[in-house]
């Protein structure tokens, strides 16, 4: 009597191709899936430095549900771009396959949320939960507004290499509660104007920093 041996082979699903096409849309009309206030925009002068310097490198990454298309990656380089000169009225996005407007969502805070510009809490929670949507927030930036305090921005140590003395400086204070309390809410409160977005940095890439002098450089005006 034989024997027969069944062996079943289990083939891998292929990796999922999630990128339709590329081409030249009318970016002006692009709208965003993301809620306003989503993201705190730190390096807004430097994504428009290099756009200035580099041309347009980064194409928007779309998603397109009935006509609409939808910014998943590209908001803050949109606004930058409104505020420009010379910019050709059809510029290159990449169009993401998303099953649905969740599925967009998913990409959206999975594939790219900002590396440098980190996300509001709050505004997250109110989203995911208006859309309906499951994500692992430790997987993602995410800041608490009201937490703000970069503590390696606010760091307690700090030497200078031997040589040349670079052009920047770190300082310490010792604050009361309340005091560092009013002081994180104010940085906090002027990261989000106009003013902070095009303020002159010198060549300062630490944001509360930037921050801060803004608020002294107001102040002094007010003395005047």
Known sequence: ?????????????????????????????????QPANFKHIYNYKHIERSILENGFVNPFFVWESEGVIYSIDGVTRKEILSNLENVPDLLPAVFIDAKNRQDAVKI????????????????LTEWVN????????????????????????FGTDFSLPDGDKAPFQQM????????????????????????????????NENSNGNALYLIIMQWAEQRK
């Open 1 to 33: 009597m034989k024997n027969h041996i069944f062996v079943r082979i289990l083939k891998k699903k292929p990796m999922e191709i999630r990128i339709l096409k590329t081409e030249l849309v009318d970016w002006r009309n692009i709208e965003p899936l």
């Open 130 to 153: 208006i859309e309906q949507v499951e994500v692992e927030v430790t997987s993602l930036n995410v800041v608490d507004i009201k937490d703000i305090s970069d503590s390696d921005e």
């Open 108 to 123: 959206l805070l999975s594939v790219f949320n900002t590396k440098e510009n980190p996300i509001d809490l709050e505004v």
């Open 172 to 203: 310490t204070f010792t604050l009361a509660d309340e005091q560092a309390e009013q002081i994180k809410n104010a940085i906090a409160d002027i990261k989000q104007t106009e003013e902070y977005k095009y303020a002159e940095t010198m060549g």
